[in-house]
């Protein structure tokens, strides 16, 4: 029961970032299929609006950090576990619930068809904004990542708190 509160709880609030993103997408520009990313850089409109590559890889770098920390605390101080087994495998379960409701929810039945993330200009892309499998593939990507940061989180839970 406690997994069932903690992932909704937790899907609940990795909705909030992607409600604010859909207030100003341009933003998030990298999260986007690559067809939007190029013909949103071709436009003159967005030429100085653009994220960097750069603070791409640090933003995701410093949202990676903040994930181990919160797992971490979770598995330790609410569910009480102790060891990197346990830590491991509960906060990959963990991360599996709300990466799949990200690729879901988030992504396939929100972001594919709410026109708030329609970035002006590419009005005409509906194609690529119904690109499923750009979703999907990210998914996969966010599992695999998960595999690093639920291992960092393990480590914290056993050797740190």
Same mark, same amino acid.
């Not at 009005?123 to 998914?139: L, Q, T």
């Given at each position: 029961?406690?997994?069932?509160?903690?992932?909704?709880?937790?899907?609940?609030?990795?909705t909030? %970032? =992607?409600?604010?993103m859909?207030?100003? %997408?341009?933003?998030?520009?990298?999260n986007?299929? %690559?067809?939007?990313?190029e013909? =949103?850089?071709?436009?003159?409109?967005?030429?100085d609006?653009? %994220? $960097?590559?750069?603070?791409?890889?640090?933003?995701?770098?410093?949202?990676?950090?903040? /994930?181990?920390?919160?797992i971490?605390l979770?598995?330790?101080?609410?569910?009480?576990? $102790? $060891? /990197?087994?346990k830590?491991?495998?509960?906060g990959?379960?963990?991360? $599996?619930?709300?990466?799949?409701y +990200?690729a879901?929810?988030?992504?396939?039945?929100?972001?594919?068809?709410?026109?708030?993330?329609?970035?002006?200009g590419?009005? +005409?892309?509906?194609?690529?904004?119904?690109?499923?499998? /750009?979703?999907?593939?990210?998914?996969f990507?966010?599992?695999?990542?998960?595999?690093?940061?639920?291992?960092l989180?393990?480590?914290?839970?056993q050797f740190?708190l």
């Open positions: 029961m406690i997994i069932a509160i903690e992932g909704i709880v937790l899907c609940a609030l990795f909030l %970032p =992607v409600w604010l859909s207030r100003n %997408p341009i933003k998030e520009l990298y986007y299929p %690559p067809a939007i990313q013909r =949103v850089k071709s436009l003159d409109e967005y030429k609006r653009i %994220p $960097t590559q750069k603070n791409k890889v640090a933003a995701k770098l410093i949202a990676s950090v903040i /994930f181990v920390i919160i971490a979770i598995l330790r101080f609410i569910n009480g576990y $102790t $060891t /990197f087994l830590s491991f495998g509960y990959f379960i963990l991360w $599996t619930v709300v990466n799949l +990200d879901v929810v988030l992504d396939i039945i929100w972001f594919c068809h709410d026109k708030h993330f329609v970035i002006k590419t009005e +005409d892309m509906v194609k690529d904004y119904h690109n499923y499998w /750009f979703h999907i593939k990210g998914f990507i966010g599992e695999a990542l998960a595999i690093v940061v639920c291992a989180s393990g480590v914290i839970v740190v």
